[in-house]
């Protein structure tokens, strides 16, 4: 009798851990199973008087069923649960050319924040297609007639050796070669790396650079965090005349706008160094 009840207990045992194993893996399998989804909002705007577009229409090509939002008349839209990794849209509204952004990258960590500008169409024809593309070779000063280019921050990220680090990136473009010892000093056309203009949102600024030499432009760690840049120019040659104080190379970089629905953090470690961002509405 009592080895009966021992085999009995032994058995019970046995099988609540086989229940709760089970369970452990259905647990698992069911949070794997999510998909995630992230939100892709923003703003339409007027290309010549800067005016919100209300009505606009925009669209998530290729899904099934259609996901659409239509923009306010503070020219606002949002897309909700849109799958994450590279997504097209289309933009649409009567009496402007129709825009599509085939390459919107969708990340988990944060919403994706558009800014767009609608050019007017004045004459509308039946059957005409119209498709926005954007020429990364066109900078984006207007003033630029040759040797500028325009980069994303997307693009610091892909460039082999850039290490998030745009003064790096710009050593593979043609004249262009870096430091090296290891800075991210800035040659063009063999001319010295002190005669590179760094500008930030308009304004001339020293070196950028942590651990940097007296008057040099370059060093071995970038100050600017990747993740708070917006596109930005680089001109090697022929500068506009608002770039008076350049002497071998321009570097015009504009900081991007952050959401200003929610709070978002970042946090990114690599070979030379840890950056941590914080967007977001503050009240103070």
Not at 197 to 206: A, C, K, S, V
Request: glycine residues 10%; without cysteine; charged residues 20%.
């Amino acid at each position: 009798m009592l080895l009966q009840n021992v085999v009995l207990g032994m058995k019970q045992t046995f099988d609540m851990k086989h229940i709760l194993a089970l369970s452990f893996l259905l647990f698992l399998a069911t949070g794997f199973s999510q998909e995630l989804n992230q939100t892709v909002r923003g703003t339409i705007i007027d290309f010549d008087t800067k005016v919100p577009i209300y009505g606009a229409k925009v669209i998530l090509v290729n899904s099934s069923p259609i996901k659409g939002s239509i923009s306010d008349e503070n020219g606002d839209f949002k897309l909700e649960n849109v799958g994450i990794g590279r997504v097209q849209l289309q933009v649409t509204a009567m009496g402007y050319q129709d825009i599509f952004l085939p390459n919107i990258l969708v990340e988990s960590g944060k919403e994706t924040v558009l800014n767009l500008e609608m050019t007017s169409d004045i004459q509308k024809v039946e059957e005409v297609k119209v498709s926005a593309r954007k020429d990364k070779s066109e900078s984006l000063n207007k003033m630029a007639a040759v040797s500028a280019k325009t980069f994303t921050v997307e693009e610091t990220n892909r460039y082999a050796g850039s290490l998030n680090d745009p003064a790096r990136m710009v050593s593979g473009f043609a004249g262009v070669t870096g430091n090296p010892e290891g800075d991210n000093d800035i040659v063009v056309r063999g001319n010295s790396p002190r005669g590179i203009l760094w500008r930030l949102d308009g304004i001339d600024i020293p070196n950028p650079n942590h651990f940097a030499s007296t008057g040099a432009t370059g060093g071995p760690i970038s100050a600017l965090n990747g993740a708070m840049l917006a596109n930005s120019d680089f001109f090697s040659g022929a500068f506009a005349p608002e770039y008076g104080n350049a002497l071998s190379g321009v570097f015009d970089v504009n900081l991007r706008k952050g959401n200003n629905e929610r709070r978002e953090y970042s946090f990114s470690a690599g070979i030379i160094g840890i950056d941590g961002t914080v967007e977001g509405p503050f009240n103070f």
